[in-house]
């Protein structure tokens, strides 16, 4: 999709393209709650998934995360690929069973 966008902003010729025989997904990782992220494990386990090609943790250890609606990022992205759209989503959803996070309560100081 990105390479399509950017042809087409750029004026270039969109025919050549063509589309993956397989099923693509990708699950943006919800905040399950707020506070500080201090730890993500089984990465590794996520990733031996069948269909699952990768899993980025974008939110940063140690570091205020706030959960939708209030907040406005993701733990991460997992990526899968897979013969059939099924297959890729219950690969994401595998995968994201497979990941857990240690978050602290953030502890606010009130001014005195």
């Known amino acids: 999709l990105e390479e399509l966008i950017l042809r087409h902003a750029a004026g270039l010729p969109v025919h050549s393209l ?3 025989a397989e099923a693509a ?3 943006m990782i919800p905040i399950p709650k707020g ?3 201090r730890r993500v494990d089984g990465i590794e386990d996520a990733l031996a ?4 090609t990768g899993v980025e943790i974008t939110a940063q250890l140690h570091q205020p995360i706030v959960p939708l609606p209030e907040g406005e990022s993701y733990l991460g992205f997992i990526f899968a690929r897979a013969a059939t759209p099924a297959f890729a989503e ?3 959803r595998e ?3 497979h990941l ?3 978050i602290d309560p953030t502890i606010r100081l009130i001014p005195a």
């Open 18 to 20: 063509k589309l993956a």
């Open 25 to 27: 997904g990708v699950m």
């Open 35 to 37: 506070g500080i992220l």
């Open 49 to 52: 998934v069948a269909g699952v």
């Open 90 to 92: 219950a690969a994401l």
């Open 95 to 97: 995968a994201h069973a």
């Open 100 to 102: 857990a996070f240690q």
